[in-house]
């Protein structure tokens, strides 16, 4: 992931803006190629995911 847009999730989870969060997955995840829908249910308001487990997801999806 950009470490931009990272640093601005980081920041939009520490004050708990959900929107801010959505907004940027989604940007993230169209950038990507990746489907939003379980993009955003893998992410708002769960762990981070390792980058074994984001693979994964991703080969799931015929991502990798």
């Known amino acids: 992931m950009p470490l931009n847009?990272?640093?601005r999730?980081?920041?939009a989870i520490k004050n708990g803006?959900?929107?801010e969060q959505q907004r940027l997955?989604?940007?993230y995840s169209g950038q990507q190629g990746f489907?939003?829908?379980w993009v955003m249910a893998a992410?708002?308001?769960e762990p981070g995911y390792t980058e074994e487990q984001?693979?994964?997801v991703a080969c799931l999806f015929g991502r990798c």
Request: glycine share 4%; aromatic share 4%.
């Open 54 to 56: 984001a693979h994964m």
């Open 25 to 27: 997955w989604h940007k």
């Open 9 to 11: 999730i980081q920041v």
């Open 5 to 7: 847009i990272r640093q």
């Open 35 to 37: 489907s939003n829908e």
């Open 43 to 45: 992410r708002l308001g």
């Open 17 to 19: 803006d959900k929107t």
